[in-house]
């Protein structure tokens, strides 16, 4: 069995191939992956023994370039996105039995062209499940693309919210499917996901409420045992002390701004902790050279939370699950997309905060510290931490391999 895993984002998007990779290749597939050129996705792919075919440009470079992605700007960048994909996914899924799509919506819907062209198998995976069409809640809007305030019906709502998508992305992949012999899609969102699309991510966290609109699987977080070793700086950080409070945003540190570093360190400070910050690709820094802060780069997080007081954090999905996996309470700042939906989560389930809104003072982030930090948060994030499952990519690939080895001519999750 040969299988093709495909993304564009950020390393949340790129990591839980990661893990999907490794238990294929357990199994005994062969796996290639398509992602974002970057050079540290690459190096950790190629970690695990997985090639890989660079897609589109730098995913970081994208991210910190300006301006940034603006409803202005999306469909010229998504008419980009897919051309790049039929530049080398024709070759690199080639003799693949099944393709494994994920990431940003053009993106999937490029894959999915990629592989009704070639004619084998397809599956649609996502790593939050508020871009799935459900009669329960309401669609996330686009970024200058505000849904009528007098809408309040969910339906009617996805229902506009598939128009946006078309508006933003139908014509980019219609003229790449037009030029590939291929016949137009008319509803971008329900092509791309197909009938009975993946939820990869963990369901006490994430818990999917079944419909009769849409067939979802939910395997749980795609995410591997992590063995790397922290470096000996670190190590000897934590070992020096308290246990201290870790702040990163990740990829969106950037939009966390050049301020987030100070403030938040400022903050952990007010508390008595020591502050760990995560660099991510803003390159955060430290702001002097006391002793009780220290600056990270990439490391093993799921080593680093079982070992810190809190996690401050954007609240992509991956960090999420790793600090809840970790039994670390939790403090989500989050800056777009899906974040408040995770920062919401935490919040609900009691193992953490939500701070309100994007951006922190000294004051905020204090306030949502003193209750991270109260002993009832901590032993509720402990509790947790014992529920949230670790076979979610095991699930996923034995599924993939089960569904895919019954012969299907259109192969697994297809339309």
Known sequence: ?????????????VEPLVGLAVRLRELGAE???????DEDFAERLAGVGVSVVGVGKSARALTTAAPPPSPGNLPQRAAELIASQWQVMPAAAQGCDVLVATGAMPAIAGARSVAEKLGIGYVSAIFQQ???????RPPLAYPGRPFPPEVTDNR???????????????EALNTTRASAGLPPVDNVRDYAFGDRPWLATDPVLDPWLETADLDVVQTGAWALPDERPLPAELVAFLDAGAPPVYVGF????????EEAGRVAIEAVRSQGRRVLVGRGWAELGLIDDRDDCFAVGEVNHQQL????????????????????????????????????????????LGIGVAHDGP??????????LRTALDPETGSRAKAMAGAVRTDGAMVAARLLLDTAGRGSQDGPASS
């Open 156 to 170: 009617a709502l996805w229902e506009l919210d598939a128009r946006s998508i078309d508006a933003l992305f139908g």
């Open 1 to 13: 069995m040969r299988v093709l895993l495909s993304t564009y984002g950020s390393r949340g998007d």
């Open 359 to 368: 951006v922190l003072t000294v004051r905020s982030l204090s306030a949502a």
């Open 31 to 37: 796996v290639r992956v398509c992602a974002p050129p």
């Open 250 to 257: 990740g990829s969106m540190a950037v939009r966390a701004g």
């Open 130 to 136: 508020l871009t799935l069409p459900s009669p329960r």
């Open 305 to 348: 939370f079982e070992r810190v007081a809190a996690v401050v954090h954007h609240g992509g999905a991956g960090t999420t699950t790793t600090a809840a996996r970790a039994g670390a309470p939790q403090v989500v700042v989050p800056q777009l997309a899906d974040q408040p939906y995770w920062a919401a989560r935490v919040a609900e």
